[in-house]
């Protein structure tokens, strides 16, 4: 396995999900750290990776912003082509901005089924401007775990959209783009365990083979 991918679960499970972080956060915030490690314990490989611009910060010490979109699709399918040359049903998703370049490539790679963690469907405060054209036609099967309460795309707002069929949504009621209701650590540790559950059990669903 290359050195920058990091891997929770064996190589000889049957599904592997490659998740992308968040803008602000890397591969092994507490948030992907812990979906990452409660999915493998469910039996699915998970592979997780940094784009470029926070694998430069990782090295400086100095935060950066996001690369050009067509650098993060690039890093994607650079990924994906490596991941996939071990075998097995390949997933791909990721964390809000991690999640929405994956959503833009997934039906060109093949990916047998996408997860987004925290969609970001909108900046904050602006759903008239939506990021969704491409999901009208996405044919990958695909889940979106969001909160209700997400300054980046509530029910209300999602309800609007012109979305593929195919895509699953699961509300988790009153949590916010971090995927939990409230800063308790034992509430923090329950969602994000629920979210974990969700997506293990779609990778490996038979709707989604």
Not at 17 to 25: K, P, Q, S, Y
């Amino acid at each position: 396995m290359p050195p920058h991918l990091l891997t929770d679960g064996g190589p000889a499970a049957e599904h592997t999900l490659v998740l992308a972080h968040g803008a602000g956060a890397a591969m092994d915030s507490a948030f992907m750290n812990a979906v990452a490690e409660a999915i493998a314990r469910r039996g699915v490989r998970v592979v997780r990776f940094e784009f470029p611009y926070m694998a430069q910060a990782r090295e400086t010490g100095k935060r950066r912003p996001p690369d050009r979109e067509a650098i993060l699709l690039d890093t994607w399918r650079n990924v994906f082509r490596d991941v996939s040359g071990d075998g097995g049903r390949i997933a791909i998703g990721g964390k809000s901005m991690g999640g929405r370049m994956a959503s833009m490539v997934a039906d060109e790679l093949g990916a047998h089924a996408l997860v987004c963690l925290g969609y970001p469907f909108h900046a904050p405060g602006r759903p008239e401007k939506p990021r969704t054209a491409h999901l009208a036609a996405l044919r990958t099967p695909a889940l979106i775990v969001q909160g209700t309460r997400d300054p980046f795309g509530t029910r209300e707002d999602v309800a609007g959209y012109d979305l593929a069929p195919g895509i699953r949504f699961e509300w988790l009621e009153g949590s916010g783009h971090d995927l939990s209701p409230s800063r308790s650590a034992t509430t923090v540790a329950a969602s994000w365990a629920a979210v974990a559950a969700l997506a293990a059990d779609f990778v490996t669903a038979p709707e989604a083979q």
